[in-house]
């Protein structure tokens, strides 16, 4: 648990910029751009318009934690993110399985064609498209609301998992297994523990597994982010 509060605290405090450069490694940024190169472009599906009321309402964010199989183009990045020898490679891969259910599907598979398209532009010297550039900003800012909704899923997550502590540390002080008393436990304390721990254990640890989910959540926002930087 403690591992995954340093990493959050981590993210958050980088929260702004989403960026996870690493010293003597090729960025994520530099992997989607080799990804790039190496895939040739895909025709444009019908698009579908994504609202901010529809983000903030929760019907894109699903309550369990289903995996998804890897698109082909995903799993290639995901390998050279791999073969990259990255960190985080692992991880950042774990969270791309990770459905986030079809709106915010639809946003991101906008967002990176829309990016290939600007790409392929500036490659080619072509003129700049100002309604293009237009686009991607527009869904870029989709993807803040969808991020910044995770970060908030996450802090309430760790929220419910410390107050389920809370109740286990004062469950253990009324029974008098908190005074730090010296010597061993009677009998009817071994009970009274024994009681505590089969109340509370599952407890503590459906809310500490919620805190690891809503925190792969945001791990996989971020890590669609920073495939897509493909340009600079």
Not at 199 to 207: C, D, I, L, T
Not at 223 to 230: I, P
Request: aromatic residues 6%.
């Amino acid at each position: 648990m403690r591992t995954v509060i340093v990493r959050l605290l981590a993210i958050l405090v980088l929260f702004g910029p989403a960026t996870r450069a690493q010293q003597e490694q090729p960025s994520l940024g530099e992997v989607a751009r080799q990804n790039m190169a190496a895939k040739s472009s895909q025709p444009a599906k019908a698009a579908k318009v994504i609202t901010d009321e529809d983000i903030h309402s929760g019907t894109t964010r699903d309550s369990a934690q289903p995996q998804r199989k890897f698109d082909p183009d995903i799993q290639e990045f995901c390998n050279q993110l791999k073969n990259s020898k990255q960190q985080a490679a692992e991880n950042d891969c774990a969270a791309l399985r990770i459905d986030m259910g079809s709106d915010y599907d639809t946003v991101i598979t906008q967002y990176w064609q829309v990016q290939q398209d600007i790409c392929a532009a500036l490659l080619a010297r072509q003129p700049r498209s100002e309604s293009r550039e237009t686009q991607a900003r527009e869904l870029h800012q989709k993807w803040f609301v969808f991020k910044d909704r995770e970060a908030v899923a996450i802090l309430t997550a760790q929220s419910a998992y410390a107050a389920v502590q809370a109740e286990k540390t004062d469950a253990l002080k009324a029974k008098g297994l908190f005074s730090g008393a010296p010597g061993g436990l009677t009998p009817n304390e071994s009970d009274d523990l024994k009681y505590v721990k089969e109340k509370y254990e599952p407890r503590v640890r459906e809310k500490e597994a919620a805190v690891s989910r809503a925190h792969l959540r945001l791990v996989r926002i971020i890590a669609d982010r920073e495939r897509f930087d493909v340009c600079s």
